[in-house]
């Protein structure tokens, strides 16, 4: 158990529908990451917050976005859902920023949404 | 901008036998180099890391060598055991704090034989 924990772990939905996907980092951990990994894919980063700010960006559509709230959890919003973001989303937490390889990013179980 | 090439993409051993992935990167300011490994239904999770200051560093049946000049590090899993198959990714962080983020290697897919 990594200690970050997200919710649901299933999501069927409907194209054109909207889900909101939510984390909660491991405690004292800052920097919130979110990753797309699509069937026999590897892990595309979408979007990462520390401390509430946004502070990276990968490549992350339109129709999708996030926050972090000041209790430091994060939510993923996806909308306009298309058959092609079926998917797992990962989110991992990191105590600071993990790009600068100072710390190490812990991922949680994922979500896996279907949109049929 | 980095680029990480990881190979293979799928390897079958037999059990017991020794099993080797191996990581390419571009930047050469990146400093950090981790392996994780995803089973099946689960989130990845870190299984070792390397730091550029070292060339390698063991744990257990696990080790991890680093040649930086080459810009590639690799993992090695030895007397390989059922519970070792899944995918590993290996991942190569940016060298700089700001607008930090780690660039996942394409994942090697490792089935052991019994």
């Known amino acids: 158990d990594s200690g970050v924990t997200q919710t649901p772990k299933h999501l069927i939905t409907a194209t054109g529908q909207r889900v909101t996907l939510r984390c909660s980092p491991r405690?004292?951990?800052?920097?919130v990451y979110w990753y797309q990994q699509s069937l026999d894919q590897g892990l595309q980063f979408l979007i990462q917050y520390y401390n509430g700010e946004e502070r990276a960006k990968g490549n992350i559509l339109e129709r999708f976005s996030a926050q972090q709230f000041p209790d430091l959890h994060s939510e993923l919003n996806l909308s306009s859902l298309e058959l092609g973001d079926s998917a797992l989303y990962f989110c991992?937490?990191?105590?600071?920023?993990?790009?600068?390889?100072?710390?190490?990013?812990?991922f949680g179980p994922g979500t896996r949404l279907t949109v049929l | 901008g980095e680029n990480v090439e990881q190979h293979p993409s799928t390897l079958s051993v037999q059990e017991g036998d020794s099993a080797v992935i191996k990581c390419t990167y571009s930047d050469s300011a990146s400093n950090y180099f981790p392996w994780y490994k995803q089973e099946l239904g689960k989130g990845p999770q870190l299984i070792i890391d390397?730091?550029?200051?070292?060339g390698e560093k063991k744990d257990q049946r696990i080790a991890v060598t680093l040649n930086k000049t080459a810009k590639h590090f690799s993992l090695h899993i030895t007397e390989t055991q059922p519970e070792d198959s899944a995918v590993y990714f290996c991942?190569?962080?940016?060298?700089?704090?700001?607008?930090?983020?780690?660039?996942f290697g394409s994942g090697t897919r490792l089935s052991i034989r019994p």
């Open positions: 991942a190569v962080p940016r060298g700089y704090s700001s607008a930090s983020k780690i660039i």
């Open positions: 991992a937490s990191s105590v600071g920023l993990a790009g600068a390889g100072r710390d190490t990013q812990y």
């Open positions: 390397i730091r550029s200051n070292v």
């Open positions: 405690s004292g951990d800052l920097s």
